[in-house]
């Protein structure tokens, strides 16, 4: 079967680091995407991994490690803003995205 | 960037009118429009695939009779609930792909929360 594993809540302090760790499993893989899901709003997109490695992007970098199915999304300097719900989603190998609950994000003063 | 606009953002309606959102590509033509559920707290689910011309194609378990797709044009897609109950209220959301990147992106509407009294 396919599944995605992520914390379901974090919590962590302004102007912090935090990294949100996903395990995943699908029928086949073309690449895995972050994105970010505020309360009552749809998702907006953060990142794209399909090679292993590092994705730097601005505060958000993502990891992906292919043959471990493992990717993490790391937050620096975190604003209240961040607070939201961050989605691993892999695109297994009819290109569908693999949605899990993801994990909640709490950002405390 | 490629931005996708969905109407209306809300509406309330009586148990058993039919609703019709609207999802519009509005910078660029959509090869492909994917329309998914939200119930709160849970992840997304995907609906439906829709490709413009062609019927659309139903996740197992989604009733094709009462959740109709029409992808009339490459920046339109529609989806009608059909003689809505309470159970349907739920925060539906559509995405598009440009098909100009190589993986895929999709690139989502702003949501429809609807609730149905």
């Known amino acids: ?109 | 960037g490629a931005v996708v606009s969905q109407h209306p953002s809300r509406v309330i309606c009586k148990s058993g009118t039919s609703v019709k959102i609207e999802c519009r590509s509005l910078d660029f033509q959509a090869t492909t429009m994917f329309w998914y559920r939200q119930f709160p707290k849970q992840s997304l689910m995907l609906m439906a695939t829709s490709n413009e011309g062609s019927k659309a194609t139903y996740e197992q378990g989604v009733e094709k009779d009462k959740f109709l797709i029409n992808h009339a044009s490459l920046t339109l897609s529609t989806l009608t609930v059909t003689s809505a109950h309470p159970e349907d209220s739920s925060f539906y959301i559509c995405s598009a792909i440009s098909g100009r990147d190589s993986y895929n992106e999709q690139f989502f509407g702003p949501g429809t929360r609807l609730t149905v009294l």
Request: hydrophobic share 35%; proline share 4%.
């Open chain 1, 1 to 109: 079967g396919q599944n995605i594993d992520q914390p379901t809540e974090m919590t962590a302090t302004e102007g912090a680091i935090v990294q949100i760790n996903c395990t995943y499993q699908t029928s086949g893989f073309n690449g895995l995407f972050w994105y970010q899901q505020h309360a009552g709003e749809a998702p907006t997109f953060l990142s794209y991994n399909v090679l292993d490695g590092l994705e730097e992007k601005g505060r958000f970098s993502s990891f992906l490690s292919r043959s471990k199915g493992y990717s993490y999304l790391l937050l620096k300097e975190l604003q209240m803003k961040d607070s939201a719900s961050y989605l691993c989603v892999p695109s297994d190998s009819n290109y569908q995205l693999i949605w899990g609950a993801g994990t909640k994000l709490i950002i405390k003063p």
